[in-house]
């Protein structure tokens, strides 16, 4: 009998060798259309809504400030077109003047003869002055009310909400707070809880400063966080900038699968 021959073994593929060409995808151009689409929609979006609000804000004081100006002091009056803005312009300098007319002895006096008239009003007295606190508050150089924001557990346990810190509690209020409150020396603030999406409407409470966990971000910020109601999370300028990159390099990338392609001769 004829001794078996060996087995034929295969060559063993070369690592170095280069492989096959793996196909490179390919975007259609209802992809790169709707890529294009989008990334106007994010571009022009923003600015036309802010263009939007901007140009209702100015035709809103123009409608209150134009009507008590006399028409022959408005550039309306002798062009054949409305000037949109300077109602706004007026308003600007009318504050400015009552604020540098109120910083003097001879404005103080016609502001403090104002405010006598008007404490003497049964209705109008509360109203005036509990608005000229809110804004004195909320405007003052030196006023810390709604510039910190924290968290709190509302409205149970283990769930925990966003708020912005106001002024801590008056004596009165402190003393009724701190003889309920356990702590009893702890120092009780208001917060303002803000609803998704209008932060306008809320809740507010006073807490033990304690039960506060204060967070280092700002009131902007927050604002977006509660509007988006969490879509928008605060994020460092740098990080914004890397995020702005990435996006501009994902769009390159749509629109030019293959950057490396060596231009076809014609």
């Known amino acids: 009998m004829a001794p078996s021959s060996p087995p034929i073994q295969a060559p063993e593929p070369d690592a170095s060798a280069p492989g096959p060409a793996t196909p ?33 804000f100015i035709a809103l004081i123009d409608s209150f400030v134009k009507p ?23 308003a600007f300098l009318a504050v400015t003047l009552l604020g540098f007319l109120t ?7 016609v502001i403090e003869f104002g405010e006598v008239l008007l404490a003497r009003t049964p209705v109008i007295s509360g109203l005036y002055k509990g608005l000229r606190q809110i804004f004195e508050t909320l405007f003052s150089a030196n006023g810390t009310s709604f510039r910190t924001v924290g968290l ?5 346990k283990g769930t925990w909400s966003v708020v912005f810190l106001s002024a801590p509690a008056s004596p009165e209020l402190e003393g009724a707070l701190q003889a309920r409150n ?17 932060p306008t409407t809320g809740f507010f409470f006073y807490l ?22 969490g879509v928008i999370q605060p994020e460092d300028p740098q990080g914004r900038l890397h995020a702005m990159a990435a996006s501009l390099r994902t769009a390159q990338q ?9 231009p076809q001769d014609a």
């Open 103 to 109: 910083a003097n002895l001879v404005g103080r006096s």
């Open 182 to 198: 356990a702590a009893g020396a702890d120092e009780m603030v208001g917060v303002f809880l803000p609803c998704a999406p209008n």
């Open 254 to 262: 749509a629109a030019d699968p293959d950057p490396h392609r060596e």
């Open 152 to 156: 709190v557990e509302f409205p149970v």
């Open 208 to 229: 033990p400063r304690s039960a506060v966990v204060e967070l280092h971000i700002s009131v902007d910020d927050a604002a977006k966080l509660v509007m988006s109601a």
């Open 24 to 56: 490179k995808t390919r975007v259609s151009a209802r992809g790169r259309l709707r890529t294009y689409f989008l990334t106007g929609v994010i571009v022009a979006g923003p600015l036309a809504i802010t263009a939007y609000i901007t140009w209702w």
């Open 68 to 90: 008590l100006v006399p028409a022959s002091y408005l550039p309306d009056h002798y062009l054949p077109f409305s000037i949109p803005g300077l109602g706004l312009v007026i």
